[in-house]
Nanobody
Framework: VQLQASGGGLVQAGGSLRLSCVAP???????????MAWYRQALGKKRELVAS???????DYADSVKGRSTISRNNSRKTVSLQMNSLKPDDTAVYYC?????????WGPGTEVTVSS
């Protein structure tokens, strides 16, 4: 069971991207109670939490993206999105979508974001 992330690409500094993640059909029935999040991993660095949105809609952001990014979810469409603005070269990474409930966690292969200076 893998989440499918998309929307990455090459963008100039100052630009915007919208990442999207679709839950697989296998977890459609349990999507609404899932806590969703976006993580990223830059080359040579540890994976880090970028933004999260709980089942109730509470959001949280890493300081590095706060004010520049917005996470949202659509329970009807089983999707979670991350709008990123004012992108910086430091935002360059592979971005992963995560879904979690209790000890159960789902990941996908990620989508690559490259920000050129």
């Amino acid at each position: 069971v893998q989440l499918q992330a998309s929307g990455g690409g090459l963008v100039q500094a100052g630009g915007s991207l919208r990442l999207s993640c679709v839950a697989p059909r296998a977890i459609f029935s349990v999507f609404s109670p899932l806590d969703m999040a976006w993580y990223r991993q830059a080359l040579g660095k540890k994976r880090e939490l970028v933004a999260s949105i709980s089942a109730s809609g509470t959001t949280d952001y890493a300081d590095s993206v706060k004010g520049r990014s917005t996470i949202s979810r659509n329970n009807s469409r089983k999707t979670v999105s991350l709008q990123m603005n004012s992108l910086k070269p430091d935002d360059t990474a592979v971005y992963y979508c995560n879904a979690k409930q209790g000890v159960t966690s789902y990941w996908g292969p990620g989508t690559e974001v490259t920000v050129s200076s």
